[in-house]
């Protein structure tokens, strides 16, 4: 009985640790979160080099101390700002395009989903152009993290253009890459014209272009 | 007869003095550009926060009070190397354009001119690029410069191709704007497919895509 007691007790105990662990970890997933979307907000607007454990601290009023025990170092935290701000990606870009309709519907709302993300998800515009900009001639873990990642972009465009042909929204010759290729600069060009010249067309001037690139894609 | 030797040494003295400042002006005018290629193959790399007095002076192998004497502060080094690549874009990519034929010949010599210049001229790739990138969050007056030298490239764009319907080569009622912006568009994915992906077929995707912008601006 004792034992059973104890037993119990002990149980009830263990729930209540796992309970407790289950809160700290949640709420130490939580903090890492909104401290994630932080620095993924530092990042769009100075890039990844003006990024610091230091800086962060000031910008979320959190120690350094602290900040470091989640991260580690520098380079920890660059890497989780870039996987973290990819996560966010897919959730706001992608995932919702893969709801819309197969073929061009899906081509359509995954540009559109793009300019939104470009022009109002972060105070500093896309986060993955500007650090395409940054890293590319800066060799290491971070730039290879990006370029799988930009690498997974393009080659969703060519994926869903592809669909696009097996529905027969697009001409069964289009080369996929090409046309990723070709919508990923009106991209770019659609975030130099709104970012740096501040150019109130660029949204015109982009869907104008990308009308274009699907007209090609037709055929005729 | 005195006054006449006085005047003649005057004048010898004084063409000796113009001499002299002018070698001292060319040769100060020769360390200076020299200073700036180097400044923009800095910038090229690491971008225009990177590019410090002190850094260039460990690159150059001269004095931080020598670099001083010629830019006074970061600031007006960051301006006159914004400015000294301006200056070569225009040498290396634009006035080889405009002995080109008018109309579509002058705007292909134009993007491949342009390609060049993105792949060989500078080691990390068009400083332009790279700066737009850096500084559309970085109010001031080297954005301002960007901006102004950006808008002037893509103006340049839009004369040409408005140069090329003149000629009867581009449909009659292509919109000049566009067309930049949609050029604009395949230099910045080349760039992007270059320099980050190190994508060997960067080239010919964008050939053909620039070729797709020219079909669609010669009309039907």
Same mark, same amino acid.
């Given at each position: ?13 263990? =729930?209540? &640790?796992? /309970?407790?662990? *289950?809160? !700290? ?8 979160? @909104?401290?994630?979307? #932080? ?41 989780? =700002?870039? &996987?973290? /701000?990819?996560? *966010?990606? !897919? ?8 709801? @819309?309709?197969?073929? #061009? ?60 042909? @097996? ?54």
């Amino acid at each position: 009985m004792s034992q059973e007691i104890s037993d119990r007790g002990c149980d009830f105990k263990s =729930t209540n &640790e796992r /309970a407790t662990l *289950r809160y !700290v970890i949640t709420k130490g997933a939580e903090t890492r979160a @909104a401290i994630l979307d #932080e620095a993924v907000l530092v990042v769009s607007r100075v890039g990844f080099s003006d990024l610091t454990i230091g800086q962060l601290a000031e910008q979320t009023q959190m120690s350094k101390s602290g900040l470091f025990a989640h991260f580690k170092s520098k380079e920890q935290l660059q890497l989780d =700002t870039l &996987e973290h /701000a990819r996560r *966010r990606f !897919v959730d706001l870009v992608v995932r919702p395009a893969l709801s @819309a309709e197969r073929g #061009e519907p899906r081509v359509r709302t995954l540009f559109e989903g793009w300019l939104e993300w470009a022009s109002n998800s972060l105070d500093g515009g896309c986060i993955f152009v500007a650090a395409s900009a940054e890293l590319d001639d800066r060799p290491g873990e971070l730039r290879d993290a990006l370029v799988r990642s930009e690498t997974d972009w393009l080659e969703l465009l060519a994926t869903v253009a592809r669909a696009a042909v @097996a529905e027969g929204h697009f001409s069964s010759d289009l080369d996929a890459e090409q046309f990723a290729f070709q919508v990923h600069g009106v991209m770019l060009a659609y975030h130099h014209a709104r970012r740096l010249l501040r150019d109130e067309a660029a949204g015109m001037r982009a869907r104008t272009a990308f009308d274009a690139v699907l007209v090609a894609a037709r055929g005729t």
